[in-house]
């Protein structure tokens, strides 16, 4: 209703129950309020906007707060549509570039005029006006009777000003008339209006102001009225006159006009399906007015429907049938259980918030997402918390003006490898950065200017720098700590009792989860048999190429690995030892797929397996929704041998696989990468001895450590860095740039700045980025120091005479040596494995290779020379160990020995 008029009134007087003749039913209806903000009501002011937002557009004139321009940003925070300003605050927030959207600034003009002469005053006010420049979305305000005349006489002299605001002293029908023939808005004192003429006849009826906005063309006068519930769901079209707006004002409900019975319909009066009536508006045209009420009873509908267009849908709907549910759910139901047990609501909660997380597809992130706005209006229905104040609070952040930085609480930042604000705020004072150069700390961007919300224009994406030889070693040891993930007691809470399940409920328990993770509710089966169908490896001619290649490729490179004899050794007279390799037997690779596609993955396991010769190869891959596995995998399972694929993915493919079921085969050992759950499964299940299974690596978030000298390409460092940023917010990369100029480390940053935006996944690499380190060192054994300590999943080695710097590397995952050998090559075709130690585990592992695939089996081959020669050393150790059964197992032989 703003743009028609506003009410100006007093907070104290609005908030005072004896002052009648203003009350705040007065001007309930109208939606359109100004109130006066000064030092004193302050506090109290931002408490009426909070508790009053949906029900108005409140407007604050904060003239009175001087230079107090916190205040100012505070009242807009706080649900003030718009504010009015002396042009002194105007040009100081102007001045001082305060995050404040300008439209939604009205300055009050600090301007008279003494001229009798509306014309001359008129060109008096437009030229105060043009000395003020300003911008077109702002409107002005006068206080003074003269400019009012100007305004009320000569309105298309100030024409050009799209809303000029007027504080009438006095008010009249005719004047409110007179403004909206020339766009400007009166503002019009509450104590003026009434909603009882009979006791105070003085005063103008709210509902005469009402009517003296609209219009209609219609030939018997009535004006079209939608009418929409608190969520601006419209219930149905009626009509609405003179007679039926006053008394709607009145009785503060719905009342309309009945065409066919040509008299006031007050809505419910008959069937008790009454309306509370809010508020009163109407569309730009004003000639159509909006009810918006509280529906009482079945519904607005005369066949007892919600609205005359149908049933309710979405929020609407849902938070119905929790009404209806936390009133009749029988004793013991699930649905009584959960209003009645915080905990367990608390818990669902929790486990869709994080099942949310995880999805990766639109379709999965549509379900998850559903799933946990149910458990979560559960909860908001058991405390009596509606859609309307979750929409009030929606609202409200939308009005904000001022910007949180962003980060997660501390405890979920730890969870989900982020660093707190504050441990970002010392990296940054330790960095000694320039401060225009922000350090990144989430993916999501903050808006820095009003015509660049997404922040996607402004912000510079960069990884902080250090130089180690101005810093303690405790602080380069402190920056190159990998994002922390979340707490091993929260996943292990999460993924225990899913391996129980599996465990004991067999194939009706993995389909359970697909059904629930994957939504591929059509499965009836946990596994897919070869011979695979050809249909369902239905590949463009350029796919099965790439694929075949990098098969090509990574097999030689493995089989190349195979041992070509069993090693044999003599170590005394009559004694030979001997080793030689048996492939695994049964092994399963976990694929991370769902609507990814991920066949390098399984090339990079099943390749190897195929090559050691193991028995049994299953692979386990979660579906997608419609119960299928990506053509591309089930390419490669074929073309390895695969007996079959598990369609599950998590926690529960890895359990299905330890312990196996009525129909997938149980392995020996189990390999292949992860998110959290599904490392926390494989640990799970290879520490527990009745599954009897092994594991190859624990794993964490993708990684790559380049090492950069002045011979290197600025565009290929940057382009490595990112290809490792853009897997995910908690990857991170690190660049050792060794000895280079402050020219030469801007010319990388411009790179991977530019490169970084023109990347579909830009934001998931802000958020990589924002725990990523650029250290500057002074030669390449420092350099190489710090690699060996780190101990990346990847190295890149940039750096001249490359191949001879291979011989300091102590730690790493797979090493990429010199400017032409990208990472990517190694994650997909060039033949060694992808599949490698991360979070600092290459200290201890090795990538996936052949000998993941084997195992080594010794053997001893003594003659009775042999046995004598080493019986005496046998049978005293057994002795010193008290280990007599040990000692005669020799002694005994040698008595049966001919004597010589």
Known sequence: MAGRFLIQVDLEILLNPAREEIALKTISFLDCVLINVNPTTFSASKGFLQSHFNAFSTYCDVTALEQRHGNIISLLDNGASRVFVTEHQFKAIVKEKLLVDLSRLIIYLDYSCDSSEPVTAAKELNNHIQTLDLPAEIGIAIRDRASQAVIEECAEEVGRIPTCYANLASFTLDQHMKWLEHGHVPIIPATELTIDPARYPQKVPVWLLITNSIRTDRTDGLFPTVVTDEHRICLGLVYSNHESIEEAVKSGRGVYWSRSRNKLWIKGAESGDTQELISIGWDCDADALQFVVRQKGDGFCHLKRPTCFGPYAGMARLQKTLHARKVSAPEGSYTARLFNDPSLLAAKIMEEASELCEARSKADIAAEAADL?????????????????????????????????????????????????????????????????????????????????????????????????????????????????????????????????????????????????????????????????????????????????????????????????????????????????????????????????????????????????????????????????????????????????????????????AYGTESIAKVDKILGPGNQFVTAGKMIVSNDTTAGVSIDMPAGPSEVLVIADDTANPAFVASDLLSQAEHGVDSQVVLIAVDLSEEQLGSIEKELHEQANALPRVDIVRGAIGHSVTLVVGSIVEAMELSNQYAPEHLILQVKNAEKVVDLVQNAGSVFIGPWTPESVGDYSAGVNHSLPTYGYAKQYSGVNLSSFTKHITSSNLTQEGLRNVSGAVMQLAKVEELEAHRRAVSIRLDHMPKT
């Not at 961007?445 to 009003?450: E, L, Q």
């Not at 990574?554 to 492939?583: N, W, Y």
């Open 373 to 657: 706005f149910y458990f979560a209006m559960a909860r908001c229905t058991a405390a009596g918390v509606s859609v309307e104040d979750i929409e009030h609070n929606l609202d409200l952040k939308s009005l904000k003006t001022s910007r949180r930085a962003g980060n997660a609480k501390a405890q979920w930042a730890e969870k989900f490898g982020l660093k707190d604000s504050q441990e970002n705020s010392q990296a940054n004072n330790l960095s000694k950065a320039i401060p225009s150069q922000e350090t990144l700390k989430e993916a999501a961007s903050v808006p820095k200017d009003r015509n660049d919300p997404a922040g996607t224009i402004a912000e510079y994406i960069q990884m902080r720098r250090f130089k180690t030889a101005e810093e303690e070693p405790k602080t380069i040891q402190t920056v190159l700590q990998r994002p922390s993930q979340r707490s091993t007691d929260d996943i292990m809470n999460i993924v225990n009792p899913i391996i129980r399940e599996i465990r004991n409920g067999g194939d009706a328990a993995v389909l359970k989860y697909t059904h629930r993770f994957e939504k591929a509710t059509s499965l009836t089966s946990p596994v897919m048999l070869a011979p695979f169908k050809q249909s369902l490896m239905h590949l463009p001619p350029e796919t099965i190429e790439a694929i075949d290649v990098s098969f090509e490729n990574i097999r030689r490179f493995h089989a190349a690995q195979k041992d070509q004899k069993a090693l044999q050794v003599e170590t005394m007279p009559g004694v030979i030892c001997s080793r030689f390799s048996r492939p695994i037997e049964r092994v399963g690779l976990y694929v991370p797929g769902g609507t990814a596609v991920l066949p390098s993955t399984a090339l990079m396991l099943g390749i190897p397996a195929m090559v050691a010769g193991c028995k049994r190869i299953i692979m386990a891959s979660p579906p997608r929704s419609d119960g299928t596995i990506t053509p591309e995998i089930v390419y490669v399972a074929h073309k390895v041998g695969a007996e079959s694929i598990v369609l599950a993915g998590g926690a529960q493919a890895v359990a299905a696989m």
